[in-house]
Nanobody, 116 residues
Framework: QAQFVESGGGLVQPGGSLRLSCACSLFTFGFYTMSWHRQAPGKERELVASIGSGGGALNYVDSVKGRFTISRDNAKRMVYLQMNSLKPEDTAVYYC?????????WGQGTQVTVSS
């Protein structure tokens, strides 16, 4: 069973930055489109960003365009999410997964809280 372990979350003031990391044990990691998702309290989980297997085909939800950057390192089986100019509405638990997501791969996520 593949594991996805997210890290890098924390408490940050509005306008601040965080870099999330996701370590993936999936042996065939390099073949998959990868994605970051988030779930805020009382809301559905939403797709935030995705990246193609070769590092191209970048897609972002409108609310984070220009502020977030997704990247990956296939040799290390890692996915990253650089988040700049953070806003209180970015507060959520952030998860990584393949895309489309496999329900078996949801990890614990990492909490991001944007507050002054």
């Amino acid at each position: 069973q593949a594991q996805f372990v997210e890290s890098g979350g924390g408490l940050v003031q509005p306008g601040g930055s965080l870099r999330l990391s996701c370590a993936c044990s999936l042996f065939t990691f390099g073949f998959y489109t990868m994605s970051w998702h988030r779930q805020a309290p009382g809301k559905e989980r939403e797709l935030v960003a995705s990246i193609g297997s070769g590092g191209g085909a970048l897609n972002y939800v409108d609310s984070v365009k220009g502020r977030f950057t997704i990247s990956r390192d296939n040799a290390k089986r890692m996915v990253y999410l650089q988040m700049n100019s953070l806003k209180p509405e970015d507060t959520a638990v952030y998860y990584c997964n393949i895309n489309p997501p496999n329900r078996a791969y949801w990890g614990q996520g990492t909490q991001v809280t944007v507050s002054s």
